[in-house]
């Protein structure tokens, strides 16, 4: 299952450095596409991505290295094969 489909998911987009909340994303769209491509910071690439709703099973905190092309990273998370 990708995260997009949970409408109440909450990710916050933090600096690595400051941990300054640069913004707020809902994760992967239902496709696994990035919402996020079209307003700042436009891509995750080199933040750190932080789940702030919390919850046992919903705890994320992770930096992002690299991203593919429009993707989302967090929709890797619900890849078995990833996982």
Do not use: F, N
Request: hydrophobic fraction near 40%.
């Amino acid at each position: 299952m990708l995260y997009g489909v949970e409408h109440d998911r909450t990710v916050v987009m933090l600096d690595p450095v400051t941990d300054q909340v640069l913004a707020e994303c809902s994760g992967p769209a239902a496709d696994g596409k990035c919402p996020q491509t079209d307003r700042p910071p436009y891509i995750c690439a080199g933040l750190h991505l932080v789940d702030a709703a919390g919850g046992p099973a919903r705890d994320v905190s992770l930096a992002v290295t690299t991203m593919d092309s429009g993707r989302c990273p967090l929709a890797a998370l619900g890849e078995p094969s990833v996982i």
